[in-house]
Every structure is written in structure tokens, then in C-alpha cells.
């Protein structure tokens, strides 16, 4: 991939290729018939069964191509070659609370938003040298929980998200 995100989750253009859950192989499908090329993640054991295969468990993508991956999670490999800087997270994940959500930072505009007592801090480093400011929030899943629209907009259910990310002046439909 010649040309990765700029800004994680808001495509600019035309999507070629995309991070998928490997868990539901008719998404692999699915995309492959839309002409966009998926890598599928694998389960990585360490993780909680049930949220196993979940990209946003096992990478965080920053702003101007940077992304960080679970350490010696299989991803990294499969990562090199798609124009991304790529660095491994510090700490090792864990299948407990708050040691599966080292990568649940979520990167909008010039915010990283999430709970900085389970983000690595190598991510939260990362992203204050990019210029991006954290907002600390309680939920620790929080790229799980929002969906971006646009670089003003998202959707939760999350009230806790909702309040902060309003307060912090973006619109926010909480469902």
C-alpha cells in the first residue's frame, strides 16, 4: 500500500486495504468482492476470548502513518511493506482488565483519546511528539466504542464518552 492514513479512521480516498477481524471469514469476502484487499488479524491468545480477534485490541494507529502492535504479536510481520511506521507496544498484553486495552487509544484530529491507566505508554508518548493532546476518559475501551464520521463527528453509546468528547467540542450522537 503506497499510500496509508493520514488521519486513523478517516479515509481520504478510496480504501484499497483495511485491517479485519479474521474471526468472520465472509468479512474477508465481503471486501475482497468490494476490491479491497483485507489482512485479517489472527486470535491472539493473550487477549480475552471473546474480544480475541478485535484489530483495535492489537494495534493503534496514529496520525502520519504511525502505528503501534502488541508486542511479538504476528501483525508486525504482516504489517512491514504498507507504508506504516510500526512500533511494538512495551508492555505485554494480558487477558484481564486493564492489560487488554494497551492499544485502545483513539487517534481523531489532534486528540488521543482514552484511558491513560491502560493505554501503553509508549502510545501516549508517541502521540503527544505528534502534537496530538490526550483526553483522558474512564472507558477503557474507548476506539472500540466510538465510530467516526467525520473529523467533528461520532457515534457511542457510551455517556461517559459522549460528555467528554462534547465538552471537548466535538459533535456526538450518543445511541
Not at 502520519?64 to 504476528?74: A, D, H, S, T, Y
Not at 464520521?149 to 467540542?169: N, Y
Amino acid at each position: 500500500m503506497s499510500r496509508a492514513l493520514r488521519f486513523p479512521g478517516l479515509p481520504e480516498g478510496p480504501v484499497s486495504l483495511v485491517l479485519a477481524s479474521g474471526e468472520f471469514s465472509w468479512l474477508h469476502h465481503a471486501l475482497c468482492r468490494e476490491g479491497v484487499q483485507s489482512l485479517q488479524t489472527a486470535r491472539d491468545i493473550r487477549l480475552p476470548q471473546p474480544v480475541g480477534f478485535h484489530p483495535d485490541l492489537q494495534v493503534c494507529p496514529l496520525p502520519e502513518k504511525q502505528m503501534f502492535v502488541l508486542k511479538r504479536n504476528g501483525l508486525l510481520d504482516h504489517l512491514q511493506g504498507t507504508g506504516l511506521h510500526l512500533q511494538e507496544t512495551n508492555q505485554v498484553p494480558g487477558s484481564f482488565y486493564p492489560k487488554d486495552v494497551l492499544c485502545e487509544g483513539l487517534a481523531w484530529g489532534s486528540w488521543l483519546i482514552g484511558n491513560p491507566k491502560g493505554m501503553d505508554p509508549s502510545i501516549q508518548q508517541a502521540a503527544q511528539q505528534l502534537g496530538c493532546k490526550i483526553l483522558p476518559v474512564r472507558q477503557g475501551y474507548c476506539a472500540c466504542s466510538v465510530a467516526l464520521v467525520d473529523h467533528r463527528s461520532c457515534i457511542t453509546a457510551d455517556p461517559g464518552l459522549e460528555r467528554a468528547l462534547t465538552k471537548t467540542g466535538f459533535d456526538v450522537l450518543l445511541i
